[in-house]
């Protein structure tokens, strides 16, 4: 990874009439890194994106990709970037090959020097055995390595993914995954978007958390982690809807942090041998009954949680 910055986001501001899609955000991303914004759904990542892959102009502030302003310079920043959408952007009567070459010739592409793109695409993304079958036929998960395959043709410095593995089975997750850790391994840089903690943790060298708009932290996983210090999580489990509990618990001394999702409710506490005994008390009180308790290592759900009040699956 090189001190040079491949993005720069700065005071970010992005409205449709009365929504504030974003709202101020700026963050850097250093040439040679896999960078994630991690957020919910709705919280202003795609939109972001849609900014620094110039398809989106912004209300106000600036982005500039390899010093190239995204206002000032679009053909110049889309010449430089690969970009994967989150919906699949192929055509399903062609073939792998046959949407590839279409799209290479697309950015210009022509003859030996195409195929040979084509070619190495089809290695990269595991579908040299699949590159004659249909897209029509293809699983989810193949059509997702397609769509990342057609944004590496033109060989970007920069590669953008938004959400690249919603809707997906797991093994293909696994696949898309490893492709994209192998693709910044041979030295492209990475932004990725996700609303999977998981994902964010394993890939990234550095994590933006945005919501509402709002970048709200940034940093490494470590540094991110450390902004819950001390404090322990602990998961548990319901017989009943939480809301008959939920305000007793956020009652219970020690307790910073309560939040709900069915029957399933996410304590953030000091210390949980102090605070548990208080916790099922209040259940008891309120004709509930505890059925599991599991006390978690902090990580980036609790980090959510501890800024936002909710867990990132809300």
């Given amino acids: 990874m090189s001190d040079e910055k491949a993005i720069q986001v700065r005071d970010l501001h992005k409205y449709y009439g009365d929504v504030r899609a974003v709202q101020g955000v700026s963050f850097d991303v250093q040439a040679g890194e896999i960078f994630s914004l991690l957020g919910p759904n709705g919280a ?17 502030g600036d982005v500039f990709v390899l010093g190239h302003s995204v206002t000032r310079e679009p053909m110049a920043v889309k010449a430089l970037i690969g970009v994967v959408p989150q919906e699949v952007a192929l055509y399903e009567d062609l ?13 210009g592409l022509r003859g030996k020097l195409l195929k040979q793109r084509v ?48 809707g997906i089975d797991p093994q293909s997750r696994r696949s898309i995954l490893d492709s ?30 945005i919501d509402h ?32 509990v939920i305000e007793r618990w956020r009652a219970v001394a020690g307790v910073h942090r309560v939040s709900a999702e069915g029957g399933r409710v996410t304590v953030l506490a000091d210390d949980s041998n102090l605070v548990l005994p208080h916790l099922f008390e209040a259940a008891t009180q309120a004709g509930a009954r505890i059925t599991s308790v599991e006390i978690q290592e902090p ?6 949680l501890h800024l936002t009040g909710r867990a990132l699956r809300d």
């Avoid at 998960?141 to 769509?147: A, E, T």
């Fill in 44 to 60: 202003g990542k795609t939109t972001t994106i849609s900014v620094i892959s110039c398809l989106l102009r912004p209300t106000q």
């Fill in 95 to 107: 073939s792998a090959r046959e949407n590839l070459t279409f799209w290479g010739k697309m950015y």
């Fill in 180 to 209: 994209v850790k192998e693709l910044n391994r041979r030295g492209t840089t990475v932004l990725y978007t996700t609303h999977y903690m998981e994902e964010a943790q394993e890939l990234s060298d550095h994590i933006a958390i």
């Fill in 299 to 304: 990580n980036l759900e609790t980090v959510f």
């Fill in 213 to 244: 708009g709002k970048l709200i932290a940034q940093g490494t996983h470590t540094e991110l982690v450390r902004i819950v210090g001390e404090l322990h999580r602990i998961d548990l489990t319901l017989n009943v809807e939480a809301t008959s």
């Fill in 119 to 166: 070619d190495e695409v089809l290695e990269v993304i595991g579908l040299a055995d699949r590159q004659k079958g249909r897209v029509s036929k293809f699983s989810g998960g193949m059509k997702r390595r397609l769509n990342i395959g057609i944004a590496l043709l033109h060989r970007p410095q920069v590669l953008i993914l938004d959400e690249p593995t919603v």
